[in-house]
């Protein structure tokens, strides 16, 4: 069952829009859940972040460290590691072709356990692609965690990658909470 408390805090900071948009994939959508909205909404971040700790003990994950896939998922990492106690690192989407050119960013040591956060599943690839990344970098990786899960294939393509979905909110609960 979804959290309540997080939905109403997700609609109330107006993070749920109608209309006709474009998404990462290519594909489009008659709603669009904005993540920027709710990742810059100091009382959803704090939601998101009890939420996460939460989830990650009910998944006996608490402790593993966690991993956050940049830009949009490193707001929720940090609060998340706050609010846990639990270091992170950053999943790059592309290397930088300066400084260290990492793909991964923080500590991580051969062989570690890390739960991929992420801000909305829609196909999952970003997330896979992190997982990838941080494979490459020697972590272990098994579960991606997301707070919005649209239901549009994302749990399927994680599975084919070895990679196990678990969601704060789905699309059908935050959009009937929108009726």
Do not use: W
């Amino acid at each position: 069952m979804a959290d309540e408390e997080l939905i109403a805090a997700l609609r109330d900071a107006d993070a749920v829009r109608y209309g006709e948009f474009e998404l990462s994939h290519g594909g489009t959508s008659d709603y669009y859940v904005d993540k920027y909205v709710f990742e810059t909404n100091p009382d959803c971040l704090a939601l998101i972040a009890e939420a996460f700790a939460g989830k990650l003990a009910e998944l006996g994950e608490d402790g593993t460290k966690l991993a956050g896939v940049a830009l949009g998922a490193v707001p929720l990492v940090a609060v998340t590691s706050v609010e846990t106690g639990t270091p992170y690192v950053i999943a790059r989407k592309q290397q930088k072709e300066y400084g260290t050119a990492n793909l991964v960013e923080g500590d991580l040591i051969d062989g570690e356990e890390v739960v991929i956060l992420e801000d909305i599943a829609t196909t999952g690839q970003s997330a896979v692609d992190a997982a990838e990344a941080l494979r490459e970098a020697g972590a272990e990786v098994s579960r991606v965690l997301v707070v919005v899960d649209r239901e549009e294939g994302a749990a399927e393509n994680l599975a084919d990658h070895g990679l196990e979905l678990s969601s704060l909110v789905t699309a059908t609960e935050l959009l009937a909470a929108e009726e």
